[in-house]
């Protein structure tokens, strides 16, 4: 093919009309066939752009002047939208950018897939699309006033301090605050990326939305945390609702937040959170869903497209703390669920017990390692559920999944990209994708879960 001259060059100005949006949540606009990216920009808007840098296959724009509005088009509620990284959609009205995840998803299914011919529902919504995070990650950082916690400026490692998040249950930005004058008042210093130095790097909060329990996470690149025992006193006194201090030491030079090392500082291990009528216990490590809300959602679908009627042998692979394989318990004859964090393993076993589900057995290993060795003992499954990481599942597990042939398979996505590449592979095995239904867990992000089902073919 030949190469694609650029028909537009740095510094120059062009009208254009916006038609779509990137994955990322910028503005699309063609010139001569050719896709200008910028950010802010929305469907059906019109302007004039400033061409500020020309790559390859695209160029990116600033917009200078807009000539027509979208219809779409809303005024972000958060003050520190435009500089923080976190959101990326707040200017679209909500029920756009469900329609914007909806389409995002068939056009990846259809392009990176191959998958043309399957039902991608609407998307569903939150009624109240705010506040709706049950875990802070906060960086930690320094100003000539103290310690500041926030967010990454887009695209950067410098930190803005904010206060309020709009996307957060406003009980993890108290205790983030309260970490934050605690901390600097007895001298803790924040860590230092570039020196590697310093103490504090990250406050992790977590919040049980039915229960009210919280736990905070110091995450420190010293065992040796000054103050120690003030801290947790204070903390305490502030924070009545607090269940659990928790100090994770992570020493290394990476981006990853959490290190190895956890301790208990003060109170328990775990906190509790409900999901419909299951109990969860969840300690610092494990994953757990973000938005409890949506999670109910999202889960009730995979039970449905799970389809069980009692009799049935369920695999549920990367099952974290058991989440879904104790949903698909409550339905099924026998569960077993797999997941590499050996923590998380500790907590399904445990909320198993909490919840008196005696049919569902864990074992802590990696999904393509364990499924495939469970097969070779006779271990099989009339249905699997499997819910990986953006990465999506390893080829070895799609391979036993094909030789295993379980009826149903339940996909679990946070990467619509990745799901594309699985269900392909499946679809070649003897599979059909029959119907997707993306969910809305993290409104006002480009991020999109999804939920597919999958039957066999012959
Ligand atoms: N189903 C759970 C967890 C989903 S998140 C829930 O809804 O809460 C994905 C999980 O996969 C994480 O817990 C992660 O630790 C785990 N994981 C990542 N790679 C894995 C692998 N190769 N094998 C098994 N589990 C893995």
Known sequence: MAKLTPPVEKNQYVTVKFEDLTHEGAGVAKVDGFPIFVQ???????????????????????????????????????????QCGGCQLQHLKYEAQLDYKTKQ???????????????????LGMEDPWNYRNKAQVPVGE???????????????????????????????DVVQAVRKICSKYGIRAYDETKHKGTLRHVMVRYGATTGEQMVVLVT???ELPNKNKVIEELRARLPQLKSIVQ????????????????????????????????????ARSFYQVNPTQTKVLYDKALEYADLQGEEEVIDAYCGIGTISLFLAQKAKKVYGVEIVPEAIEDAKRNAELNGITNAEFEAGKAEEVIPAWYKKGISADTLVVDPPRKGCDEALLNTIID????????????????????????GGGYKTVEVQPVDMFPHTTHVECCALLVRKD
């Open 221 to 223: 690149r010293t065992k």
């Open 143 to 173: 100003s000539e006033g103290g310690l500041v916690a926030g967010f990454y400026k887009q695209r950067s490692h410098d930190i803005i301090d904010i206060e309020r998040c709009m996307i957060q249950q406003e009980q993890n930005d």
């Open 248 to 283: 994770n030491v992570n020493s290394k030079k990476t981006n990853v937040i959490m290190g190895d090392e956890t301790t208990v500082l003060w109170g328990e291990e775990y906190i509790y959170d409900n999901i419909g009528d299951v109990k969860f216990a969840i300690s």
């Open 404 to 427: 295993m042939k379980p009826n149903r398979v339940v996909y679990v996505s946070c990467n619509p990209g990745t799901l594309a590449r699985d269900l392909q592979v499946l679809e």
């Open 40 to 82: 802010n920009a929305l469907p059906e808007e019109e302007g004039n752009v400033k061409i500020i840098k020309v790559k390859k296959g695209f160029a990116i724009g600033r917009m200078m002047e807009t000539t027509k509005e979208s219809r779409f088009r809303t005024e972000p509620p958060c003050p520190v939208y435009k």
């Open 105 to 123: 998803v068939k056009e990846v299914l259809a392009r990176l897939g191959n998958i043309k011919d399957v039902t991608v529902h609407p998307t």
